[in-house]
């Protein structure tokens, strides 16, 4: 009963934040949520904005504060969720940048020991953490359904916005072009 009582919190939740989504423009808050791995949606984040704003301004009515303190106090809680988003999406950012070299041997070790520019995908996929493992694996899943190489990369680059992993992905996009041995390239950029 539990379970079910929870579905139905968490669909009605998410009927209203789609209509909230539609009768609000938040297409603004859509990539910081992407870049920042918190799994809630635009409307989601706006509904929490709000209540936690109104929460605040009632706790400063409660504690009788000035009025304007109480709007600011309100204010404050309406940028919080903001603030905690870009906090996420930084601290994920320099995870990613970090896990770099890690993801560069793993494919450097996998094509050297015969494994195919698909399977080394998977390879990182599957051995570096989160959050490169998991885009990686989104990655091999949108070249999976037919979506280009060089596609699924600019995707990636759109979720983790890095510059070392862009000239990463631009290497590797050419590199499989042009042929040569990756793992040596791979190697020396490690």
Known sequence: KEETQQKLENSSLKKV?????????????????????????????FIGRVLLACMSIFVGYILEF??????????IGFSLPIVYVMRQRTKRL???????????GTMANSLRAGFSFMQTLNMVAKEVGDPLGPEFLKALQEINYGITVEEAFQNLLDRLPDKELEIVLNTLIIQRSTGGNLAVLLETMR
Do not use: C, D, W
Request: aromatic share 8%.
């Open 17 to 45: 934040s789609k209509g909230i989504e539609r009768v609000f423009n938040l297409s603004k808050y859509e990539q910081p949520l992407t870049q920042s791995g918190v799994k809630m949606s635009q409307g989601e984040l």
């Open 66 to 75: 000035h009025f304007i303190f109480t709007i600011i106090s309100g204010v």
């Open 94 to 104: 320099k995870m990613a940048s970090n896990q770099l070299g890690e993801a560069l």
